[in-house]
């Protein structure tokens, strides 16, 4: 069992910044993956940003060089800092521990989440 306790989010005007953090604990020897995932009221969960065990990170493009996906292994404490925020960020994010499939990656287990509202 994973467990994923997040913390951060809140309020922010356009082009500012935040960052959301999430502490991992449990079993975790099978998760090759952590993720960021956000959604919007009414819409499905959308894909932000992912870290592989060597390191591997992708972004969907739009917050590519906006935010940085880190990992302290040390503290086992997955951050994303967000920066330049727009209002189109607005959204409950959500971290999720990954598992490696034959062609794709399941997320079995996830965060609480926690409201990120960019205001213009």
């Known amino acids: 069992q994973v467990r994923l306790v997040q913390s951060g989010g809140g309020s922010v005007q356009a082009g500012g910044s935040l960052t959301l953090s999430c502490a991992i604990s449990g079993s975790t020897g099978t998760r090759s993956f952590m993720g960021w995932f956000r959604q919007v009221p009414g819409t499905p969960r959308d894909f932000v940003s992912s870290?592989?065990?060597?390191?591997?990170?992708r972004y969907t493009d739009s917050v590519t060089g906006r935010f940085t996906i880190s990992k302290d292994n040390a503290k086992n404490i997955l951050y994303l800092p967000m920066n330049d925020l727009r209002p189109e960020d607005t959204a409950t994010y959500y971290c999720a521990a990954g598992i490696q499939k034959i062609n794709r990656v399941d997320w079995p287990e996830w965060g609480q989440g926690a409201q990120v509202t960019v205001s213009s």
């Open positions: 870290i592989r065990n060597d390191g591997d990170i």
